[in-house]
């Protein structure tokens, strides 16, 4: 487990600093790795059975060797300097989380819909969602971006948060790895069919017990914003499992829910139309409000989730001080 201090430090770099490129950023060099990966990958192994194992390959050492860089970094830091390491650690740990980036992302789309300009909330959405937006009516564009941030939620901050509590950054990091690499080659395209196979599904794996603490802390955050907390529970409890993910169905469920919408309904991909099925309750409008309370729920559940989290570490915390002191080169 992480030392409890270290969760806080980096949900306040992410805060106050995000994530900027002139700084190395670990899921955007794993992102980089993936091409040349996969090419080499894709020469050596052909056929469906191959690929599923050529796409677990990709899954094993690229979150292996996530895991074991950080660890490896991380050590030989503490040996160096014990403060040194812990602050080393939680800027890794910020590197995970994303709450800072999602929430500027969609009050970007909030602002371009306030001026008037919905071609240019149109392309600022792309950068949120996979689906193709060029002809996005307003409540569409509404609709695509409060999506965005309820399954991101689990994604960027309380899956991230967990396992960085569990495991420290190594933990948390290997997790983002995975999840980098769904949104890459998960998803159901002919080309990652087989490919993406292994990566979708630890990505649905690690994200199931995320997911299930996600919807909690939304209803709660909901009744402290005067939402609906109570619909955020019955739209989690009714929808969420009608969604393709088991898991990005119960957040965007809760958020619906909460906010008194309906989510859901026909998307286009790669110009084939599909259809998500019907979220929450058709309300209230889908106007741009609903983008602002999406991003105060979102901001309000994962502040929920740390808490939550720094009050079980704290219970724990006696019974480990001495061997993360002793890890750390400090005297227990």
């Known amino acids: 487990m992480i030392e409890p201090g270290i969760l806080p430090i980096a949900y306040l770099l992410d805060r106050l600093v995000g994530d900027p490129a002139w700084l190395p950023h670990p899921?955007?060099?794993?992102?980089?790795?993936?091409?040349?990966?996969?090419?080499?990958?894709?020469?050596?192994?052909q056929g469906p059975t191959a690929e599923r194992l050529a796409g677990f390959l990709l899954l094993a050492v690229l979150a292996g060797a996530t895991w074991a860089l950080a660890w490896l970094l991380l050590t030989l830091t503490a040996w160096a300097s014990p403060w040194a390491a812990r602050f080393l650690e939680a800027w890794?740990?910020?590197?995970?989380?994303?709450?800072?980036?999602?929430?500027?992302?969609?009050?970007?789309?909030?602002r371009e819909l306030a001026a008037g300009r919905l071609e240019g909330a149109r392309r600022r959405v792309a950068g949120l969602?996979?689906?193709?937006?060029?002809?996005?009516?307003?409540?569409?564009?509404v609709r695509a971006a409060v999506e965005s941030v309820g399954e991101n939620l689990v994604d960027a901050v309380t899956a991230p948060l967990l396992y960085a509590a569990l495991g420290g950054a190594p933990l948390a990091l290997?997790?983002?790895?995975?999840?980098?690499?769904?949104?890459?080659?998960?998803?159901?395209?002919?080309?990652?069919?087989?490919?993406?196979?292994?990566?979708?599904?630890?990505?649905?794996?690690?994200n199931y017990l995320p997911a299930r603490l996600t919807v909690p802390m939304v209803g709660l955050t909901a009744a402290l914003l005067g939402l609906d907390g109570p619909g955020a529970w019955r739209a989690a409890v009714r929808d969420g499992r009608r969604h393709?993910?088991?898991?990005?169905?119960?957040?965007?469920?809760?958020?619906?829910?909460?906010?008194?919408?309906?989510l859901g309904g026909w998307n286009r991909y790669e110009g084939v139309p599909h259809f998500r099925p019907y979220l929450g309750d058709l309300i209230r409008p889908l106007e741009r409000a609903r983008i602002q309370e999406a991003i105060r729920l979102m901001e309000g559940s994962g502040l929920l989730v740390l808490v939550l989290l720094l009050?079980?570490?704290?219970?724990?915390?006696?019974?480990?001080?001495?061997?993360?002191?002793?890890g750390w080169g400090g005297q227990p």
Request: aromatic share 6%; net charge positive; glycine share 6%.
């Open 244 to 262: 393709p993910s088991p898991n990005a169905g119960l957040a965007e469920a809760a958020f619906a829910g909460a906010l008194g919408v309906r």
């Open 311 to 326: 009050l079980v570490l704290s219970l724990f915390s006696p019974s480990l001080s001495a061997p993360i002191a002793a």
């Open 92 to 110: 890794l740990v910020a590197a995970t989380l994303a709450p800072r980036g999602l929430a500027a992302e969609a009050r970007a789309v909030h």
């Open 174 to 206: 290997a997790y983002r790895t995975v999840n980098t690499l769904d949104a890459l080659v998960g998803h159901p395209s002919a080309r990652y069919r087989f490919f993406g196979w292994a990566s979708a599904r630890a990505d649905d794996l690690l």
């Open 129 to 141: 969602v996979g689906r193709e937006t060029s002809d996005l009516p307003e409540a569409e564009v």
């Open 27 to 45: 899921v955007r060099m794993v992102g980089r790795t993936v091409p040349p990966l996969e090419h080499a990958l894709r020469r050596l192994f």
